[in-house]
C-alpha cells in the first residue's frame, strides 16, 4: 500500500498494512511498524484504537519506553492531553534515576532507567511502547514505574504477540492493541499477509 495514501473505507486496522516487513535479516525485528507514522490518518487511527479501551480510565500521565515508544507515546500523551514520561535506555539521563534490567526481543540483556523526580504514589500512568514481543521490555518498564509507587493503569501497544510474556501481560494488566481478531495469528506467527504487498520498490 502506496504510504501515504488513505483508503476511501477505513476499515478496522487498515493501517496494519502499511508496516513494512524485514528485509535485513535475523539480527533485526521481524517487522517495521513505524512506516505506518509516516501516515498521518493512519497514526491518528492508531491512537484512537489504543485509547478506545481506557476512554472510561483516569489517566495522570504517558510513559513511552526507548525507542520507538517514545513516538507512539508522544502522540497518545499530545491526544489526551496529559504529558509524557521517558522511559530510556541506561547511561542517556543526567539526573538521578532508578534502573532495571530485562531482556528485549532478541534476549540481549539490557538496562533501563528512568529519572525519580516525576513519579509519585498513586500516580496513574499508561505505558505505550511500539510492540510486545517478548514482554521482557514492557516488565521491566512496569516494575520501574510501581517501584516508585506509580499505579499503571494499562499498557498500549501496536501490538501483543501471544508469548508467554505477551500472555502474562494480558493477564495481569489492562491492556490495548490495535490487531484485529482474525490478524492476531498472523502476529503470532511473524507474518503478515500483506507482506506479499511489498516490493523492494515499496520497501
Given at each position: ?33 513505524s ?49 509524557f ?57 512496569i ?10 493503569v ?47 520498490s515499496?520497501?
Amino acid at each position: 500500500m502506496e504510504v501515504l495514501r488513505v483508503p476511501e473505507h477505513r476499515a478496522e486496522g487498515w493501517y496494519l498494512s502499511l508496516m513494512a516487513p524485514n528485509t535485513k535479516g535475523p539480527k533485526f525485528a521481524w517487522l517495521d511498524p513505524s512506516r505506518l507514522y509516516c501516515n498521518p490518518q493512519a497514526l491518528s487511527d492508531c491512537v484512537k484504537d489504543l485509547l478506545r479501551p481506557f476512554q472510561t480510565d483516569s489517566i495522570d500521565l504517558v510513559a513511552g519506553i526507548d525507542a520507538m515508544g517514545f513516538i507512539l507515546g508522544s502522540a497518545v500523551a499530545t491526544t489526551l492531553g496529559k504529558g509524557f514520561l521517558a522511559i530510556r535506555k541506561a547511561g542517556h539521563l543526567c539526573v538521578e534515576t532508578q534502573t532495571q534490567d530485562y531482556s528485549d526481543y532478541s534476549g540481549r540483556e539490557k538496562l533501563m532507567e528512568v529519572r525519580v523526580d516525576v513519579l509519585k504514589p498513586g500516580l496513574r500512568v499508561l505505558i505505550v511502547d511500539q510492540w510486545i514481543e517478548t514482554g521482557g521490555t514492557m516488565k521491566a518498564a512496569i516494575k520501574l514505574v510501581e517501584r516508585q509507587k506509580g499505579s499503571v493503569v494499562g499498557v498500549a501497544a501496536v501490538a501483543i504477540e501471544n508469548s508467554e510474556g505477551g500472555k502474562w501481560i494480558k493477564e495481569n494488566y489492562k491492556y490495548s492493541h490495535c490487531i484485529p481478531e482474525e490478524i492476531q495469528p498472523q502476529i503470532d506467527s511473524q507474518y503478515l499477509e500483506s507482506f506479499k504487498n511489498f516490493s523492494s520498490s515499496t520497501q
